[in-house]
Nanobody
Framework: QVQLVESGGGLVQAGGSLRLSCTAS????????MGWFRQAPGKEREFVGR????????YYADFVKGRFNISRDNAKNTVYLQMNSLKPEDTAVYYC?????????????????WGQGTQVTVSS
């Protein structure tokens, strides 16, 4: 079992930056690829990005390419989501998730463990 705890959310003005963190319990963090998702009110949960087990490969949704960056520190059991040039439409609850599968997936159902989410609000 893996427990994930996100932090770093908050209120920021458009054009600003935030860095989210997601810390995992246990000793098996490096066995999981990690994904970030978000869910705005009234909308489905959507894929933001993903990082491979080693951190050597990252994948992003088109709407965040060039603005967001995912990294991880396996020694600290932590994955990060650096968000720059934030827009009001980035407002959502952001979730991290762990995936034990080898293939890259953007589907929430492919991920095994989820954090509780952290609110990000971008004001115009």
């Amino acid at each position: 079992q893996v427990q994930l705890v996100e932090s770093g959310g908050g209120l920021v003005q458009a054009g600003g930056s935030l860095r989210l963190s997601c810390t995992a319990s246990g000793r098996t963090f490096s066995r999981y690829a990690m994904g970030w998702f978000r869910q705005a009110p009234g909308k489905e949960r959507e894929f933001v990005g993903r990082i491979s087990r080693s951190g050597g490969n990252t994948y992003y949704a088109d709407f965040v390419k060039g603005r967001f960056n995912i990294s991880r520190d396996n020694a600290k059991n932590t994955v990060y989501l650096q968000m720059n040039s934030l827009k009001p439409e980035d407002t959502a609850v952001y979730y991290c998730a762990a995936d034990s599968n080898l293939f890259v997936s953007q589907a929430p159902g492919s991920y095994d463990w989820w954090g509780q989410g952290t609110q990000v609000t971008v004001s115009s």
